[in-house]
C-alpha cells in the first residue's frame, strides 16, 4: 500500500543515495584546503594588522581584569592555616604582609619599613612598621595585628587550641612577639635561628585583632573554621575579597585604599580548572590569562596566537632516595645492598639524568648536581661530579663484589641486587621517572621493580621507612636550612629523612649553619655539606625542573620570578591589561 | 495492607541505606589508612606531632566503628558534619552544588528526549533505508564513544580551534557562567551549557533513539493501526497522533530510571568542562580524602535513588490493581 512520503526526508534520501564515496573525497578535500586557506589567510590577515606585543612606551591602561588558573580549589583564607598555593595566591592579594619577596628570594620591605637585622646576640628583631597602612574597615593597621598572628601560633594560651600547621616550629622557636608601640614589634627568639626572616617573616599577614580576638575567644578550637577564614570581609591588602564561588572561583575586586597604591586591575578572578590540559585549552581560547603550563604541553602552546610563555628555574628538585639504616628491621635491602657507598654511587651513574630532563621532562628541566636547587645561594659546585657511565658503574659493582649471575642480575655472597622502587601513583611523571630508574639499573645487573602505592602510604613511609628506594620531588623555599629534615638523623622516621641517613658531621655542620647569621660563614658550612652528602649519596638528584607559564597577549607586566610566583607577588598590583577589560 | 505493604518496603530502604554507608564508610577509611585529609605532606616543615594533633581534631584515631558510630548519631539528627579539608558544612556544600548539577542532567534529558524522538521516528519509518542505517550508525558510534574524548573534541571544535583561528571562542569551554557576570545572566548561563549538555545528552540520545524506534515499529504494527488506516485516516495523523503518542510511553519509562542519575550521572561531563556540579566534587573529594564530604553526598544521594523506588513501588501497588501486597 502507498504511503505518503515526507518531502523534506525524501530530500535528505536523494542525498544520500547520490553521494558517492569519490564525490565524498573529492568535496572534504576541498573543505580542508578552503578551511586551511581561510585559516592561514587569517593570520596573514592578523599579522598584517600588527598583532603581536605592544611597544613597551604603551601607556598603562586602568581597569579591566585578569582571570588566573589553578588546578585546586583554595581551602582557607586565613594565612594561619595556609598549606597550598591555591590558597596563598589569593591570600598574598588581599593581606598585606609583613615583609615582602624579589624574585630572587630576598627580603624587601612591606609593612615592615626596611627588613630588620637581628641584635647582637641573634636572639632579637625589631620591625618598624609604616604608620599608613589601614584595614579596608578604616581601622589602622598596627602592631597588636601583628603580634596577634603571631600569638595564635606559638603562645601557649592558644596554640595547643587553634592547631596551626606551623604552631610546633614556632613553640620551639619563640620566646615573645611584643607590641613595644602602636608600630613597633620586637620578636624574641629562645634561640638563635638564622631562617627566621626568611621562614616567619616574608609573607607572613598580619590578622585584624579587632576582628578576630573576640572570635578567637569565643571558640578557640573552632578557630580555623570561622567564617571569616572563608570570607575574609576586612583586608589589607591591594585587593579586597569579592566573592567565593566553591570549586568555581575566587573574585577579588581592586583596593583603592592600598597603602602602596591602587592596582592598575579593577577586578581579578581566580578560577579553578579540573586539570592541567584544561588550563592550557582555556588559555588558548581566552577563558583564561594566565596560569601554568605542564611541562608535557610546552610545545603544544608554542602556536597559540593569543599567548606570550614564560619560563625560569624554580626551587624544585627531584629526587631518589635509598633505604640506608642497617638497623631497619622493614629495610629489605638496607642492610644488605645499600650499606655499601659504592652501590650507591654505582646505580647514581647508571642513570641518564640529561635524557631523563629530555624526555619525561620534555627538556623542562635540567639535571640536578647537588642536594639544592638552581635557585639557592648556598648551592656549591664542590662537589663529587657523577656523569652517565653505565660501563663505569659496572666496574665500580664488579669491584664491590656484586658479580652477573647466570639470570642477568648481580648477587653477592647469596644476596641478589633486587629491590623495589616506591612512589605514589598518580602523578605522571614520577611513574615515568620511576620507570626510568627500574630500566636504567636494570642495564647493569640490578633487578629493581617499580611499585607505584596510593600517595596515603606514600606519606606513612616517612614514619615506617618501609621502603628500598623511594623517588619524589620537593620544591624548596628560599633558606638552604630546608634541607635539614633531610638529612639529619634526629629527624628519621618524623619528617624527610625517609632514608635513616646519619652522619654526625653533616648534623653538626647543619646545626652550626642555623645558628649563626653570617651568610659568608653559612655558604661554608653549606658548601662542606654538600661535599659529605653528595659523597656519602644517601640520595640521588635527578633534575631541576623549570616553572612555565603562559600569559595572554593582552596581559602587562606579569612577572612572577621563583620566588615571587605565588603568594609573596609585589609586581601584581602594576600588572594592567591592554584592552582594559 | 497496603499500610503493611509500605511498612515493609521502608524498613528494606533503611536496611539499604545502613548498608551503602557502611561500605562507603569501610572503603574509604581501608583505603585511606592513616592519611589525613588536608595535610600538606611535601611541606618539608612538616613535623609528625602537627599531623597527629590534626588526626586527634578529626577523630580519625579513634576504632572505625567508633568513628562510624559517631557520623551515623550525628546524621541522624540531621548534622552531616564539616570537610575535612576546607571546614565548611558538608549540607551547604551540598546544597550549592546540586543545582548545577540538576541544571546540567535535566538539560541533557531535555536535549536527548527532544532529538531521540523524532531519531527514533524517522527511524522507524525509513526502516531499513539508508537514513535509518546513518542514524543506527550514529547511535551505536554515540553509545561507543567515551564522553570525556567526545568533550575534549567539542572543546577543541568549539572553543580552542575558533579561539586561534578567528581571535574568539564560539562557545565557552568551562565553567557554568562568567565569573565576572556573576551567574545570574541567564544567556550567559545558557551559553555555558550548550556544550556539556550536548555531550551529556549525547548519551541519552544515543540509547533513547533506539528505544523509540522499537516502540514505534512495534506499534505501527498494532491492530488499531491497521484499524486506523483502514478507516482512511491520512497517514500523518496516524503516525504523529495516535502511534507515537503509544510508542512514547516505554520512554517515559526509561527517562524515569534516569532520574537517580541526576545527581550523579554527570561526573565526567563535569569534570571535563569544569562543571561546578556535585559529581566533580564528590570525586575530587573522594581522591584527596574528606571523609566527612563524600560520606554526606553519597549518603544524600542513597537517600534519593531509594526514596525513589520506595515511591515508585508504593504508587505501583497503589495504581496498579494487579500488583499484591505481598
Redesign the interface.
Known amino acids: ?1 502507498p ?2 512520503r ?1 518531502a523534506g ?1 525524501d530530500g ?2 536523494r542525498f ?2 547520490e553521494w558517492s564515496r569519490r564525490d565524498f573525497l573529492k568535496r572534504s578535500g576541498g573543505a580542508v584546503a578552503f578551511s586551511l586557506f ?2 592561514g589567510g ?2 596573514a590577515v ?1 599579522a598584517a594588522c600588527g598583532g603581536g606585543a605592544p611597544a613597551a612606551s604603551q601607556n598603562v591602561k586602568k581597569g579591566g ?1 585578569l ?1 588566573e588558573g589553578t588546578t585546586s ?4 583564607f586565613n594565612y594561619a592555616f595556609a ?2 598555593t591555591a590558597s596563598t595566591i589569593p591570600i598574598g592579594m588581599m593581606f598585606a604582609p609583613l615583609l615582602d619577596e624579589k624574585a630572587d628570594g630576598t627580603p624587601i620591605p612591606a609593612l615592615a619599613k626596611s627588613v630588620p637585622k637581628p641584635s647582637s646576640d641573634g636572639l632579637t628583631y625589631k620591625f618598624d612598621l609604616r604608620q599608613d597602612a589601614k584595614w579596608s574597615d578604616g581601622h589602622d593597621l598596627t602592631a597588636d595585628d601583628v603580634v596577634f598572628f603571631y600569638q595564635i601560633q606559638y603562645d601557649p594560651k592558644y596554640a595547643d587550641l587553634v ?1 596551626a ?5 614556632l613553640k620551639e622557636k619563640v620566646k615573645s612577639v611584643t607590641a613595644v608601640d602602636k608600630y613597633t614589634v620586637v620578636m624574641t627568639l629562645n634561640q638563635v635561628y638564622a631562617p627566621w626572616i626568611d ?1 616567619y617573616c616574608v609573607a607572613a599577614t598580619p590578622l585584624p585583632k579587632h576582628i578576630l580576638q573576640e572570635v578567637l575567644d569565643k571558640a578557640p578550637k573552632d578557630f ?2 570561622a567564617t571569616y ?2 570570607g575574609p570581609t576586612v583586608t589589607s591588602g591591594a585587593f579586597t575579597f569579592g ?1 567565593w ?5 575566587v ?1 577579588l575586586n581592586a583596593n583603592p585604599k592600598f597603602y602602596g597604591g591602587r592596582p592598575n586591575l579593577d ?1 581579578y ?1 581566580i ?4 586539570d592541567s ?2 588550563i592550557v ?2 588559555l ?4 583564561l590569562d594566565v596560569g601554568g603550563i605542564d611541562p608535557s604541553l610546552w610545545e603544544d602552546t608554542a602556536t ?3 599567548l606570550n610563555r614564560i619560563k625560569f628555574t624554580g626551587p624544585g628538585w627531584e629526587w631518589y632516595g635509598y633505604q640506608v639504616d642497617p638497623n631497619n628491621p622493614k629495610g629489605r635491602a638496607s642492610g644488605r645492598i645499600f650499606s655499601d657507598k659504592s652501590v650507591r654511587q654505582a646505580l647514581y651513574m647508571a642513570v641518564d639524568r640529561q635524557k631523563l630532563a629530555d624526555r619525561v621532562y620534555f627538556k623542562q628541566a635540567v639535571p640536578a648536581t647537588s642536594i639544592l636547587p638552581a635557585t639557592s645561594w648556598a648551592l656549591s659546585s664542590d662537589v663529587p661530579k657523577y656523569q652517565y657511565d653505565p660501563s663505569k658503574a659496572k666496574a665500580m659493582l664488579d669491584a664491590a663484589g656484586w658479580a652477573v649471575g647466570a639470570d642477568g642480575v648481580r648477587a653477592k655472597g647469596g644476596v641478589k641486587l633486587a629491590f623495589d622502587i616506591i612512589t605514589n601513583q ?1 602523578n605522571k611523571t614520577r611513574e615515568s621517572v620511576v620507570q626510568v630508574l627500574a630500566e636504567s639499573w636494570k642495564a647493569i645487573g640490578a633487578n629493581a621493580t617499580v611499585k607505584l602505592i ?4 606514600y ?2 613511609t ?2 615506617t621507612l618501609d621502603f628500598d628506594v623511594v623517588m619524589g ?5 628560599v633558606d638552604p636550612s ?2 635539614n ?2 638529612y639529619e638523623a634526629r629527624f628519621i622516621g ?3 629523612n625517609r632514608m635513616g641517613y646519619r652522619n654526625s658531621q653533616v648534623d653538626d655542620l647543619l646545626e652550626k649553619a642555623v645558628i649563626t647569621t653570617d651568610r659568608a660563614k653559612r655558604k661554608d658550612l653549606y658548601v662542606q655539606v654538600q661535599k659529605i652528602v653528595m659523597e656519602d649519596m644517601p640520595v640521588g638528584p635527578l633534575v631541576l625542573t623549570q616553572s612555565l607559564w603562559g600569559i595572554n597577549k593582552r596581559v602587562q607586566n606579569f612577572t612572577p620570578g621563583p620566588f615571587n610566583r605565588f603568594q609573596a607577588r609585589p609586581w601584581l598590583k602594576d600588572v594592567w591589561v591592554t584592552d582594559g577589560k | 495492607m497496603l499500610g503493611r505493604y509500605v511498612a515493609r518496603r521502608a524498613l528494606v530502604a533503611v536496611v539499604v541505606l545502613l548498608g551503602v554507608t557502611v561500605i562507603t564508610f569501610g572503603l574509604m577509611h581501608s ?5 589525613v585529609p ?13 599531623i597527629t ?2 588526626r586527634h ?1 578529626y577523630g580519625l584515631d579513634q576504632p572505625w566503628w567508633v568513628q562510624y558510630g559517631l557520623w551515623l548519631w550525628n546524621v541522624l539528627h540531621l548534622d552531616f558534619g ?1 570537610s575535612m ?4 558544612p558538608v549540607t551547604d ?1 551540598i546544597v ?2 546540586l543545582p548545577n548539577t540538576l541544571e546540567l542532567t535535566v538539560a541533557a534529558i531535555l536535549f536527548g528526549v527532544a532529538l531521540s524522538i523524532p531519531a527514533g521516528v ?1 527511524s522507524a ?2 526502516r531499513g ?3 535509518d542505517h ?1 542514524l543506527t550508525t550514529m547511535s551505536v558510534a554515540g553509545f561507543a564513544v567515551p564522553e570525556f574524548w567526545l568533550g ?1 573534541m567539542v ?2 571544535l568549539f ?2 580551534i575558533p ?7 564560539l562557545l ?5 557562567y562568567d ?2 557576570a ?2 545570574f545572566d541567564p544567556l550567559d548561563r545558557l551559553t555555558h551549557l550548550v556544550l556539556p549538555a550536548v555531550v551529556l545528552g549525547f548519551a541519552y540520545l544515543s540509547v533513547w533513539s533506539r528505544f523509540t524506534r522499537s516502540s514505534m515499529l512495534e506499534v505501527l504494527s498494532q491492530d488499531y493501526v491497521r484499524t486506523a ?1 483502514a478507516k482512511g485516516m ?3 495523523r496516524v503516525v504523529y497522533v495516535h502511534a507515537l503518542r503509544n510508542a512514547i510511553t516505554p520512554l517515559v519509562t526509561l527517562v524515569g530510571l534516569e532520574l537517580p542519575g541526576l545527581v550523579s550521572g554527570g561526573l565526567v561531563v563535569e ?2 568542562f ?1 562543571w ?1 556540579g556535585i559529581g ?2 564528590a570525586y ?1 573529594r573522594a ?1 584527596a ?1 574528606d571523609y566527612t564530604t563524600v560520606m554526606g553526598i553519597t549518603t544524600f544521594a542513597a537517600v534519593l535513588v531509594v526514596a525513589g523506588n520506595l515511591l515508585a513501588d508504593v504508587l505501583y501497588a497503589v495504581l496498579d490493581p494487579r500488583v499484591s501486597y505481598s
Open positions: 500500500m504511503r505518503e515526507d526526508l535528505f534520501e544520500l543515495e581561510l585559516a587569517m593570520e592578523l581584569h582571570t580549589d583554595p581551602t582557607t598549606q597550598d592547631n600547621p606551623q604552631a610546633p616550629d621562614n580555623r573554621n577564614n572563608f566573592r564561588d566553591k570549586t568555581s572561583q573574585v577586578q578572578v578560577k579553578n580548572a579540573p590540559i584544561a585549552n582555556q588558548k581560547t581566552g577563558e597559540a596566537t593569543n598518580g596510593t600517595f596515603s602510604e606519606t606513612k616517612r614514619q620531588g620537593i620544591t624548596y623555599a630546608d634541607i629534615s633531610m618524623k619528617s624527610a | 583505603t585511606g589508612g592513616d592519611y588536608g595535610v600538606n605532606y611535601d611541606n618539608p616543615h612538616l613535623r609528625t606531632e602537627t594533633a590534626i581534631e564539616r579539608i576546607d571546614g565548611a556544600h550549592q552544588r524517522v519509518l525509513r533505508e539508508r537514513l546513518s575534549l572543546i577543541l572553543g580552542v579561539a586561534q583561528r578567528l581571535g574568539v571562542p565557552p569551554t568551562s565553567g557554568a565569573p565576572l556573576g551567574g488506516r491520512g497517514e500523518r569534570v571535563v569544569g561546578p566533580r566534587f575530587e581522591i580524602f
